[in-house]
């Protein structure tokens, strides 16, 4: 999966940085040429392609270019937002669908240090505007940890069961339309058991699998048959920041 990424995100990274650079250029004064600032958004592109996909996964390295991004714009909050807008939308666009679930913690722990590294910088020059940062956008755990983030990247899958579930089957999260297809609204799909909402036979086929996944720690895709359709299932090992296996990705 490694390659299929960054060889997508390698051919776009032009684009994504034009993007970025386009956001923050109707909302904030750089004090660099347009030509070169487009140049400095190339380079910081291709460093956070290089975080997202490294191994071992080293997110900190995220924080120094949130302190470029705020030496190269005026310290505005609304440059630390409109960073994490684009970034959080053009670094999975076009992605299959597995490949962003399994993205997923390692964007929002990036966006989590990228925003530390931003208040950080500014905290320096100006105290009051720290604090009026980290009022607007919880930087740390919090932010990384963010439920918005984890519900944008879901509902932009395209798949007809989209479900994050951990070692115990409980649903963690879940595409809206995923819900809806069990009759249920997200509050109340998200938080119950996944095998409870299938057939004995088949929910014991598929923990069977998911066991299988956070024991080896490698996607795996089998076909099963129920209630007359026969299902093209997909299992994503998610990682964490240390590279445990801490929840599986279902996609059918």
């Known amino acids: 999966m490694r390659s299929q990424v960054h060889e997508s995100l390698y051919l776009r990274r032009g684009a994504i940085a034009q993007e970025w650079h386009a956001a923050l250029d109707s909302a904030c004064s750089a004090p660099l040429p347009p030509e070169d600032l487009l140049q400095h958004f190339e380079d910081l592109t291709a460093q956070l392609i290089e975080v997202l996909l490294s191994n071992p996964y080293r997110s900190r390295v995220a924080g120094a270019i949130g302190t470029s991004v705020a030496e190269l714009c005026s310290p505005i909050p609304r440059a630390l937002s409109l960073t994490q807008e684009v970034l959080a939308a053009t670094l999975v666009r076009d992605l299959p669908n597995e490949c962003v679930l399994a993205l997923q913690p390692r964007l929002s722990s990036l966006l989590g240090e990228l925003a530390s590294g931003f208040v950080q910088s500014l905290a320096a020059a100006n105290q009051e505007l720290r604090q009026d940062l980290e009022e607007h956008w919880q930087v740390g755990e919090e932010l990384q940890q963010s439920e918005e983030t984890v519900r944008s990247l879901l509902n932009a899958t395209t798949g007809d069961v989209v479900v994050l579930v951990d070692g115990d089957g409980t649903i ?12 249920k609204s997200i509050d109340e799909f998200v938080g119950s ?20 996944v956070l024991r080896t720690g490698k996607p795996i895709r089998f076909e099963d048959y129920r209630a007359g359709i026969w299902f093209d299932n997909i299992l994503y090992p998610v990682r964490d920041a240390r590279g445990e296996v801490v929840r599986v990705a279902i996609l059918a």
């Open 193 to 212: 058991s996944a095998w409870d909402q299938l057939p004995p036979e088949t929910a014991q086929r598929r923990m069977a699998r998911v066991d299988e």
């Open 172 to 183: 963690l999260d879940a595409s809206e339309s995923t819900a809806g297809r069990f009759g």
